[in-house]
């Protein structure tokens, strides 16, 4: 079966760096993304990874290997506002998403 | 603004009624989707249709129907609403395949 596999919650503190990691198992690949969803909002793009190697994006990058079927999202310089819950979701052979359950990011004063 | 449009925004609905979740739109993409998402859960694929006039089932798309008459509009039909059916509804499309999937503020169902 497929599985995208990521951590349920995670806690972090302003100013810091927190990373998010996803390990998936699918039936082909042809890409993954990351998304984030504040509550009760719907999800938004942040990042897409097909080749391996790190993508940077201002105060967000997306880490990707194949051969180890894993992913990170890193997010530098925390801010209040980056709360939210990350999801990963993995394109699969038929070019459908597969998607994580997401990983809530609880961010501390 | 150019984006996707979900009605109604919220619902509560009795178990056995019919009901039509819309989606509407403006970007012009050739691909739109229909996922359900619950607690602990990842988004579920319901329906998918990749351009006008096809479209295909996902996941889950027992008791859920959809319809693609034109490249803007893509409603999801409970025909007969159970419990289990109770979900945040989202709608999304994309550009084309490896393209990033944009999404409505989606459609919260619950059925009694």
């Known amino acids: 079966g497929q599985n995208i596999d990521q951590p349920t919650e995670m806690t972090a503190t302003e100013g810091a760096i927190v990373q998010i990691n996803c390990t998936y198992q699918t039936s082909g690949f042809n890409g993954l993304f990351w998304y984030q969803q504040h509550a009760g909002e719907a999800p938004t793009f942040l990042s897409y990874n097909v080749l391996d190697g790190l993508e940077e994006k201002g105060r967000f990058s997306s880490f990707l290997s194949r051969s180890k079927g894993y992913s990170y999202l890193l997010l530098k310089e925390l801010q209040m506002k980056d709360s939210a819950s990350y999801l990963c979701a993995v394109m699969d052979s038929n070019y459908q998403l597969i998607w994580g359950a997401g990983t809530k990011l609880i961010i501390k004063p | ?112």
């Not at chain 2, 109604?8 to 691909?31: E, F, K, V, Y």
């Not at chain 2, 988004?43 to 319809?67: C, F, M, Q, W």
């Open chain 2, 1 to 112: 603004i150019a984006g996707i449009t979900q009605a109604p925004t919220s619902q509560i609905l009795a178990a056995g009624r019919r009901m039509t979740l819309r989606c509407t739109q403006d970007m012009r993409h050739n691909a739109m989707y229909w996922y359900r998402q619950d607690l602990g859960l990842g988004l579920r694929l319901i329906h998918y249709s990749n351009t006008a006039g096809t479209t295909g089932k996902g996941e889950v798309p027992d008791g859920y129907s959809v319809s693609r008459a034109n490249t803007d509009d893509f409603p999801l039909t409970l025909a007969s609403a159970v419990p289990s059916q109770t979900s945040v509804y989202f709608c999304a499309s994309s550009d084309g395949d490896n393209q990033p999937q944009h999404f409505g503020d989606g459609t919260r169902l619950s059925i009694l």
